[in-house]
């Protein structure tokens, strides 16, 4: 089931479905990957059940990709039990996410907050296939992500890494290209951006976000 997107070719993620219109719109309009979050302080928080019902609306197509805060193994087990994942991205340490890549054979994404140059990745670890480029969120905010903040993208001028990685934070239909040709992301990643209301994906704004994220083209 698993797809990535062509070499070369933009990836995009549509993050946070809860409902049918939004989960469709991703399939009509070609997202690479959607995901389902499985964090009770988010809005967009969906039980297995529901993740599995959804995705068992299109066969194919997309990859699914199950967000975890701070996963514990048995957490990890039970959602895992109810629906197929594709990928697990989590919020956790370095060594944790070689842990969980090891114990449950799940490709694993890893997302690393970053406020200023000195926080980019040299590297990716062992058994993480990709990095999530996010802004540090703020120390009153009650999740790691999905808060519609926009990172600077411009600290990340000139910074070219070799493994791979996807650029999230408060990106939306208008603002997804300039993005794009600013920071030369191979992948976006959004939630917030293409909702009419928290965990509502409207998908209008999806149909706009894939198709510009898609249209611009990064020279370094
Ligand atoms: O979406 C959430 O509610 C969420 C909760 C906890 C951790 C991460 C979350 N979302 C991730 O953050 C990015 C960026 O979100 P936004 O576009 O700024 O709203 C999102 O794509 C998810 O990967």
């Known amino acids: 089931m698993a797809h990535d997107p062509a070499s070369g070719a933009r990836g995009v993620k549509i993050c946070g479905l809860t409902e049918e219109a939004g989960f469709d719109a991703c399939i009509t309009h070609g997202a690479d990957w959607v995901g389902f979050v499985f964090f ?7 039980t297995a059940a529901q993740a599995h019902a959804l995705s068992a ?22 959602v895992l039990e109810g629906v197929s994942l594709d990928i697990l991205q989590i919020y956790a340490s370095f060594e944790r996410a070689t842990e969980v890549r090891a114990r449950f054979g799940v490709p694993v994404w890893l997302s690393q907050p970053v406020s200023a140059r000195a926080d ?70 959004v939630s917030s951006g293409v909702e009419s209301a928290p965990g509502i994906k409207s998908p209008d704004a999806i149909a706009r976000f894939i198709q510009n994220a898609r249209s611009v083209t990064f020279s370094a």
Request: aromatic letters at 6%; one cysteine or more; proline letters at 13%.
């Open 40 to 46: 009770d302080r988010s809005p967009r928080c969906v």
């Open 57 to 78: 609306r299109h066969t194919g197509g997309p990859a699914r990709v199950g967000l975890f805060v701070h996963p514990d193994d048995e957490t990890l087990a039970r």
């Open 120 to 189: 980019l990745p040299a590297h990716c670890p062992a058994g993480v296939e990709r990095l999530l480029i996010e802004p540090k969120p703020p120390a009153s905010a009650t999740r790691p992500g999905g808060n519609a903040q926009q990172l600077d993208w411009g600290l990340m001028k000139g910074w070219m890494p070799t493994f791979p990685w996807m650029l999230a934070g408060g990106l939306n239909p208008a603002n997804v290209a300039q993005a794009v040709a600013i920071t030369g992301a191979p992948a976006v990643d």
